[in-house]
């Protein structure tokens, strides 16, 4: 059974930083680009971050550019979202997920289900 676990969220201060990890399991995810994306209150989800399987390509939103870095583990089944210079617009539930394409679309495989960040000022 694939599974995709989330942990590091929290409350934090505007300026402030969290890392968040993802751990997949239940199969081998070094050919699965790992992405991360975000839902805010009353608000769509949307893309955050990918990074391809090999962990050579990224890809970023432009909001998050310059202040969250994505990177994997050495057993490619763990991705990390370093994220610095928090804003409270970054408050949101964080997702991560597996696809077998590298892409920043919603088209993901696999999800987990969820990790809450808040920003406050």
């Known amino acids: 059974q694939v599974q995709l676990v989330e942990s590091g969220g929290g409350s934090v201060q505007a300026g402030g930083s969290l890392r968040l990890s993802c751990a997949a399991s239940?199969?081998?995810?070094?050919?699965?680009?790992m992405g991360w994306f975000r839902q805010a209150p009353g608000k769509e989800r949307e893309f955050v971050a990918t990074?391809?399987?090999?962990?050579?390509?990224?890809s970023y939103a432009d909001s998050v550019k310059g202040r969250f870095t994505i990177s994997r583990g050495n057993g490619k089944n763990t991705v990390f979202l370093q994220m610095n210079s928090l804003k409270p617009e970054d408050t949101a539930v964080y997702y991560c997920?597996?696809?077998?394409?590298?892409?920043?679309?919603?088209?993901?495989?696999?999800w987990g289900q969820g990790t809450a960040v808040t920003v406050s000022l």
């Open positions: 990074i391809s399987g090999g962990g050579d390509t990224r």
């Open positions: 239940g199969r081998t995810f070094s050919n699965y680009a």
């Open positions: 997920a597996a696809s077998r394409i590298f892409t920043t679309s919603e088209g993901y495989r696999y």
